[in-house]
């Protein structure tokens, strides 16, 4: 039995009335801020425009999509959370899933497409053609449990497009219902007053830290939030710095030519760029790294407190730039290149040095 379009609501078809208007004012407008306008998430508007022919959803089945990928050759991975976007070509080989408990995790390692997958919440997937002033553009789109986008994949131009389109046609999805119904966003638990937490045990813990990914269960076992443990470890391990930091830390990595790692996530991925960085382009509230394989657009006025942190493991200090938002929601974070077993660029080091302390 063929996939089928089944009839809209009155509600999708005011909204899909809606978007196509706010489109001929703005064509250029981005999906997430056109949503952002009507008043919906990106996921209801993606699918209160489904057609069954430019845009179609896909069937839950992430994992099989994303193993599959690799067959197109060259896409964009693009990743984002509200005040930063991170986008990276390359092929999508070496993708491999386990499930630890409830956490279903997810690799994606290579050179170009580096990625780490938090599966539990995603939720929705689409194949997405729109037209561009550079003619049609096709992706798959991922969406998690509250319509907020995890992930989207974009075809190039040194994409295998009968490949792409092979496989958005496997793994259509029967149900093609403009409906979709999304979790309502769950307020972030606050912190415990600092007089609550054993933010001393916290640092003896840290000085003790063997491996840059530990940090996250030190957060948990003591009950402490990311922003409030930086803020009240000693200096040794994380201080301050001005919040034009990033583009500064942009600027010296290109002059003096030290490799980085940038990564950028939200619940359901992270998304790392390991490389060089050339053209950097302020434009409007945007600070851009535009080069030809990858592209950072972060959102300036968004961010709240950046710091800089010096966290122990087995191969010696990792120093790291780690930038939030005003919820204390971590945007981007950036770091010198590094493997396991190979100690931290020293030119990486004499930039992050250039970065003056401020008072926390």
């Not at 070496?94 to 409830?102: H, I, L, Q, T, W």
């Not at 990033?246 to 996530?265: Q, Y």
């Amino acid at each position: 039995m063929s996939a089928q379009v089944k009839l809209r609501t009155d509600n999708e078809n005011q909204l899909l009335v809606k978007f196509n208007q706010l489109k001929a004012e703005n064509p250029s407008i981005r999906p997430k801020d056109a949503a952002d306008k009507l008043g919906v998430t990106e996921a209801e508007l993606v699918a209160a425009r489904i057609d069954g022919k430019t845009i179609f959803r896909l069937e839950n089945k992430f994992q099989e999509i994303l193993k599959r990928i690799g067959a197109a050759g060259e896409v964009m991975a693009l990743t984002r959370n509200d005040a930063c976007v991170h986008e990276r070509k390359g092929v999508y080989n070496n993708v491999s899933f386990m499930a630890e408990g409830r956490m279903n995790m997810g690799l994606v390692v290579n050179p170009d497409i580096d990625l780490r997958l938090f599966m539990n919440s995603w939720a929705f997937a689409f194949a997405v053609e729109e037209q561009t002033a550079r003619g049609p553009k096709k992706s798959i789109q991922f969406y998690m449990n509250d319509g907020v986008a995890t992930h989207k994949i974009y075809v190039t131009g040194n994409s295998n497009i009968e490949e792409f389109d092979k496989i958005i046609s496997e793994f259509r999805a029967e149900d093609q219902s403009a409906q979709i119904t999304v979790a309502a966003k769950q307020p972030k638990k606050p912190d415990l007053a600092d007089s609550e937490v054993d933010y001393k045990g916290f640092e003896q813990a840290l000085s003790q830290l063997k491996d840059t990914h530990d940090f996250y269960i030190l957060l948990h076992k003591f009950n402490i939030g990311r922003v409030q443990a930086l803020r009240l470890v000693s200096e040794e391990y994380a201080y301050k710095v001005d919040n034009n930091s990033s583009r500064k830390t942009l600027e010296l990595a290109r002059d003096k030519g030290c490799e980085i790692m940038v990564f950028v996530g939200n619940k359901g991925n992270i998304q790392i760029h390991t490389g060089a960085v050339s053209k950097l382009v302020e434009h409007g509230e945007y600070f851009n790294v535009l080069d030809p394989k990858f592209n950072l657009h972060l959102n300036e006025k968004l961010i709240s407190k950046t710091f800089v942190t010096r966290k122990p493991t087995e191969d010696g200090i990792v120093t790291a730039l780690e930038v939030f938002d005003k919820d204390n929601e971590l945007i981007v974070t950036f770091f010198g290149k590094r493997k396991p077993g190979i100690p931290e660029l020293t030119l990486w080091r004499e930039i992050i040095s250039e970065l003056p302390k401020i008072a926390k």
